[in-house]
């Protein structure tokens, strides 16, 4: 009755692994595609419209910058 109990356990376990494991999302490549593809969903309305609109796009430029996601050149042209 124990062992059987326990095979129980083990497929119901089993099952629900297989069934997250076929649910979770996508991964993104680390790379700088894979920052270039996610990088302004922060940004969806900012226009540079505003002073806060523009203090949105600066961050974001000089994070891309500091980590090197943008050549010198995409830099430049963000000042």
Not at 24 to 43: I, Y
Not at 63 to 73: M, P
């Amino acid at each position: 009755m124990r062992v059987m109990r326990l095979s129980v356990g083990a497929l119901v376990i089993a099952a629900a692994l297989i069934v997250a494991g076929c649910t979770t999302s996508k991964p993104v490549p680390v790379t700088s595609e894979g920052l270039r593809a996610v990088v302004g969903t922060s940004l969806i309305g900012a226009r540079g419209a505003t002073p806060r609109d523009q203090r949105k796009i600066d961050e974001t430029a000089a994070g891309l910058c500091g980590a090197s996601v943008w050549s010198a050149s995409e830099c430049a042209r963000h000042g």
